[in-house]
């Protein structure tokens, strides 16, 4: 059983910086690829950026490349998301994945089988 817990959202103006965590109480947590996605009202959920077991290999969607920075802390079992350079269109729900996965990942939310709750981020002037 995977939970998921994330925290760090908040409201920020335009280019201002949020830093998002993901809390996995679990075991083998270098055992599992992780992702984080998000969805705004109306839209679908979009992958964000994903990072395998180790964090030497990480994707970004081409809308946060530049700006956001995915790692992951394996002794502290947490994810984290750095978002600076924020934009409006960066507002949603933003939720960390995890699935059991040794290789690489892909932004595909049907590979991913676990699922936390989501923080909201809202950028704002």
């Known amino acids: 059983q995977v939970q998921l817990v994330e925290s760090g959202g908040g409201v920020v103006q335009p280019g201002g910086s949020l830093r998002l965590s993901c809390k996995a109480s679990t075991s083998g947590f270098d055992d599992y690829v992780m992702g984080w996605f998000r969805q705004a009202p109306g839209k679908e959920r979009e992958g964000v950026s994903c990072i395998n077991w180790s964090g030497t290999y990480a994707y970004y969607t081409d809308g946060v490349k530049g700006r956001f920075t995915i790692s992951r802390d394996n002794a502290k079992n947490t994810l984290y998301l750095q978002m600076n350079s924020l934009k409006p269109e960066d507002t949603a729900m933003y939720c960390c994945?995890?699935?059991?996965?040794?290789?690489?990942?892909?932004?595909?939310?049907?590979?991913?089988?676990?699922w936390g709750q989501g923080t909201q981020v809202t950028v704002s002037s």
């Open positions: 994945a995890a699935e059991k996965d040794e290789g690489s990942c892909r932004l595909t939310r049907e590979d991913f089988g676990y």
